[in-house]
């Protein structure tokens, strides 16, 4: 399988930024994607990067570092709906589409 | 929009039971794909197919087999449920590996083997 590491909780205050680490090691990476799952819903794609540097999407960015095995979500202005899983998968060029899933890390935002 | 749907939300079987879980997608996707997610595991990939009567193993495949009839419909098989298989079941889909397609989720079905 493919190493993908991200904390397994964290928690912040409304309106505080968090920046959720993932790194990785793996062969023909090609993209890696961020999802926000909530608790007995299905995952939901918030962001994919490719290429290095810095993708924003309203109060959601992340980045990537190919070269590090390294990406982050960053979260602005957290609101208590933040409160969820976010998942980092990673995708192989060889794979047929298949991606390849951390344990998530559950965000805890309180009011 | 893309839709994908799952037979059922919560499913109560006995060991030793056959269970099908059934999932749909309506986007004329080719790849599709099986998961469970257990607390603390994360999602593993249980069987994928990339096209009709195609099938790969991923992660975890013992247990379970898969049937790719028709390109919109992937099933998942316990051919005899365990209570070790109590989990939730994701399916997903996605079309040929393009720049930024990602993988679509259908709801999740609970499903509990006593």
């Known amino acids: 399988g493919q190493n993908i590491d991200q904390p397994t909780e964290m928690t912040a205050t409304e309106g505080a930024i968090v920046q959720i680490n993932c790194t990785y090691q793996t062969s023909g990476f090609n993209g890696l994607f961020w999802y926000q799952q909530h608790a007995g819903e299905a995952p939901t794609f918030l962001s994919y990067?490719?290429?290095?540097g810095l993708e924003e999407k309203g109060r959601f960015s992340s980045f990537l570092s190919r070269s590090k095995g390294y990406s982050y979500l960053l979260l602005k202005e957290l609101q208590m709906k933040d409160s969820a899983s976010y998942l980092c998968?990673?995708?192989?060029?060889?794979?047929?589409?298949?991606?390849?899933f951390g344990r998530g890390t559950q965000l805890t935002v309180w009011p | 929009d893309v839709k994908v749907t799952q037979s059922s939300r919560y499913l109560v079987k006995r060991t030793g039971e056959k269970v099908f879980l059934e999932c749909v997608q309506d986007?004329?996707?080719?790849?599709m794909f099986w998961y469970r997610q257990d607390p603390g595991l994360g999602l593993r990939l249980i069987y994928f197919?990339?096209?009709?009567?195609?099938?790969e193993k991923g992660d975890i495949p013992e247990g379970y087999s898969v049937s790719r009839e028709k390109k919109e419909r992937f099933s998942l098989i316990l051919e005899s449920a365990s209570t070790n298989q109590t989990s939730m079941y994701l399916c997903?889909?996605?079309?040929?590996?393009?720049?930024?397609?990602?993988?679509?989720f259908g709801p999740g079905t609970r499903l509990l083997v006593l």
């Open positions: 998968a990673v995708r192989r060029g060889s794979t047929l589409g298949r991606l390849y």
């Open positions: 197919s990339y096209d009709v009567k195609m099938k």
């Open positions: 986007m004329d996707h080719e790849n």
């Open positions: 990067n490719v290429l290095d």
């Open positions: 997903a889909s996605t079309p040929p590996q393009g720049a930024q397609e990602t993988q679509y």
